[in-house]
């Protein structure tokens, strides 16, 4: 079924200094918004960015039925506006949604969607080299009720915040033995809100202990790398990529996939498999340079600069050499349209 997508726009509000604010602190102008009911989707729009009016008794605020994508658009250097890899970020949206019993949104909707906004508030995306719009997608049940059960009624938004870097400096992690983020079987590679709301206990305790990140490990022997905190982790270490394979445990990230494929066509060995933390330790008690650091879309490549491991802590490779720098910057050459997008990851308007 074709959708029609109405636009109603204000009378523009100034786009202010975005890049001394907070991470997702201010949204754009406008939003879209479609509703699910009876079976389908209808009233797609979009609109200027409003507060909504909920029931109180919405079966999202009670049973965390919630999915959310995080994407990027990117203002070219011909000034063109690249929303990048908008199929795949829609695949892992999919999949979520099926995790969690949900509606799925037609790819044409979804891709409509963020088009005419992003479009609309063209004017927000930031032309700093280091800025971006960040796009949330997100998905909440809305049928009033307390009884636990699936959500018939939904609705299916999109807002969007200037984005720049997300962690200011390099971060210093915890590797996580007693809390797990995910089981097998579990929500692990869904993008739950759940997942997130779970993750924040042990991470404050991290924090109180004076690290700004966990690196969970697997939920059976407490001893597998999974992924940080926001982000998938990556290692380089005897010129290799290692990073965990997608197990359904972790998120199948955009930003490792893409950094994987880079890496890849460079020519550089890559590894998905279980990494152990005894691994790690043998490596930097061996004096290996050993490269770590999360990937993700809001933080795109943060490099780890210690890893505590029980009561030590490890010196990580963050010189200005490292490859993790050189994956990253050949990541913003195809956003930017700077290197050949052979990989047809852009979806440029
Ligand atoms: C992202 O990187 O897009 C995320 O969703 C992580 C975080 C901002 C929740």
Redesign the pocket.
Known sequence: MEHTISVTSQAERKVTDTKSLPFGKIPTEHMFIAEYKNGEWQNAQVVPFHDLTLSPLALCLHYGQTVFE?MKAFVMEDGHINIFRADKHYDRFIKSLHRMCMPPVPQKLFIDAIRSLVQLDADWVPKEADGSLYIRPFMIATEDRIGVKISDEYLFMVVCSPAFQYYAKPLKVKVETNFVRAAEGGTGNAKCGGN?GGAFYPTQLAREAGYDQVLWTDAIHNEFIEESG?MNAMFFIDNVLVTPQLTGTILDGVTRDSLLSIAKAKGITIEERQISYAELITAFEDGKRVEAFGA????VVAPIEIIAIGHKEYKCYIEPDAMMYQLQKELFNIRRGLTEDVNKWNYVI
């Open positions: 995080g997130y926001t993700g879309t809001a933080a």
